[in-house]
């Protein structure tokens, strides 16, 4: 199996995907793929026409989308560390007050009319996507049980493994009460939890950093 460079290295453990590596040493042979996830009972059933990149407006209205708006971008690379461009990237996810745009979401928390809750991208030539979203709020699965804010994504490329996952976020309390998360080891939960970076100079909202590892079918 090919090596992967320094430079690369450096790159994706900047993105989170350091932990992932299966050989020891400086020099990797293989990434880990991402760890799945369930799709939850919430994934959409109602078409919408508007499933673009951006989340805080819905086609046709003026308004924008409740909560604070943050940048989801990242990668989607095959085992090697290379990117896998032209990879369908789906996501949706609650409202800033915790609520699905779903029929049987119970939930009481309010609708946001101005949220797009679920939107479809493609990796480019670089295996990058973007998505401008709000934070999530958490909510009730059961009477003891809060799920922390999370995004669903589900990404499908010909000839790998089609994955569902959960990416959730940094220094959340609630990371370490959720039962889905803590379902997991240590070295996966890395894998879900998306990296922070601030604003900068050309990117006022705040930045979360999720690398993807697809499984190659055999
Ligand atoms: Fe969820």
Redesign the pocket.
């Known amino acids: 199996m090919k090596s992967l460079s320094r430079r690369k290295l450096l790159k994706l453990s900047m993105m989170g995907v350091a932990g992932a590596f299966t050989a020891e040493g400086s020099l990797a042979k293989a990434l880990l793929p991402t760890p799945p996830e369930t799709e939850?009972?919430?994934y959409p059933v109602t078409p919408q026409d508007d499933k673009d990149f951006d989340l805080t407006q819905v086609q046709g209205r003026d308004g924008v989308a409740e909560g604070k708006h943050i940048i989801v971008k990242g990668s989607v690379l095959d085992s090697q560390g290379q990117p896998v461009p032209h990879a369908t990237v789906e996501i949706?996810?609650?409202n800033a007050k915790g609520r699905?745009r779903h029929p049987r979401d119970p939930n009481s928390a309010p609708l946001d009319p101005n949220f797009q809750g679920w939107a479809i991208v493609l990796t480019d030539e670089q295996g990058e996507f973007r998505f401008k979203t709000v934070m999530?709020g958490a909510?009730p699965?059961s009477e003891t049980w809060m799920?922390p804010p999370?995004?669903?994504f589900k990404i499908a490329k010909k000839g790998y493994v089609e994955l569902t996952t959960?990416m959730y976020f940094p220094d959340e309390a609630l990371n370490e009460t959720d039962l889905l998360l803590n379902d997991k080891k240590p070295s996966e939960r890395l894998l879900m939890i998306a990296r922070k970076r601030g604003p900068s100079a050309t990117e006022a909202l705040d930045i979360y950093e999720y690398a993807i590892v697809l499984e190659q079918k055999s």
């Open positions: 939850g009972p919430f949706w996810q609650a699905y999530p909510y699965a799920r999370h995004i669903h959960q």
